[in-house]
């Protein structure tokens, strides 16, 4: 899909070249040339610069905690034997990179946002949290206060709605649901905790945690 949109992207930039250079000894289109070619060009590279996965779209880079992020990668979330796509998710780093140690252990600014592609009880959603704190080797007694805080800040997600995970050193991790930022979870323990659920040693699924490392 969008392989398509950045081939149309092209085709129309080469058109509009074609006929600027027949009517180039216009006025008018003397006039008109640098603003459509910026237009065109703008619009080719907005294009260019978004990751896409699932019919969900990512900015390349973003700004967070006062840094500059690219994306690392994107993984669709997927449930059930059947495979339901549930969301899409993106990782942000300061430096991109395909080692799921680093992306749990290293202490830089970094951020994970969901997509839903489809509705998800907020029960469906703890119940996940937990059980992949605990599948990926968390401390559960000693993160007990910053799970249930997690959990707490859950809610029913419809398709479309958002979650995002800004982890900053010697901050925590800023959790946003829907838009609204509901509070930080101190503790480097538990932000590798959290960023384990994806990239530990069992992740939800495969294409997921390999997506997000790009690959």
Known sequence: MEEARVAGARI?????????RHWADRPWMKRALPIALAALVFGYLRIAAAGERGGVKMPDRISAAG????????GIREATMFNVDVYVAGLYLEKKTQSPDE???????KRIDLVFVRDVDRDDITEAWTTQFKSNGADMTKLKGQIAQLNGWMVDMKEGNTLSFLYVPGKGLTVVVKGAEKGTLPGSDFGRAFFAIW?????????LKSGMLGK
């Open 12 to 20: 129309r930039m080469s058109s509009f070249l074609v006929a600027a």
């Open 67 to 74: 840094t500059t992020l690219v994306l690392n990668g994107m």
């Open 103 to 109: 992306v749990m252990s290293s202490e830089q600014v």
């Open 199 to 207: 990239f530990g040693k069992s992740p939800p699924n495969k294409g």
